[in-house]
């Protein structure tokens, strides 16, 4: 592996191919290319592996395995930062991309218009959330690193919170 071979290389990527692809399947939100991040994360690795005084303590797949998963985490929150968060006319919100019965009683009773007229008055952050989880059905984990937050229970407070203000504003 010190040594660059080419033959090491190619066994390394044609084994840890199945990891990216696990890591990318984890955000399905994002569209991130597998091979990209592999080839990343072996950039990476390769460098760390390089190292003189590196020793390896754990199987290398264990090793590989949290510089595949930071470079993902990377890339999202680069993309999330070229998302647009902003819901447009043709972007209506489909009904069977709605996951909640309360959010459909919502809607029924004060259609797209009302929705979103509410969703305006929302602190921004807020917002993002209500669209994230229950139009592009992100996970609270994947809400979390786009939105910086410390973690998925402190996603779950802030899209709990979004309701109440969304309720507020339809009169519920």
Known sequence: MRKSDNIV???L???YINIARSIV????GYNIDVEELLQLSM???CEKIIEPSFILTAKLSTFFYPFCHNKCREMIKEKGK???NEITQEDDIPDEKI???EMEEW???YGIEGMRNCLENLREKRKNIIIDYYYR????ADIAIKENLSNAEHAKVEKSRAITDLKKCMGI
Do not use: D
């Not at 399947?25 to 399905?28: G, L």
């Open 82 to 84: 070229n998302r647009t």
């Open 13 to 15: 990527y044609a084994e």
């Open 9 to 11: 290389l190619s066994y």
């Open 137 to 140: 059905r992100l996970k609270m």
């Open 107 to 109: 809607l029924a009773k």
């Open 43 to 45: 950039i990476i690795f």
């Open 25 to 28: 399947n984890k955000y399905p």
């Open 99 to 101: 996951q909640s019965s």
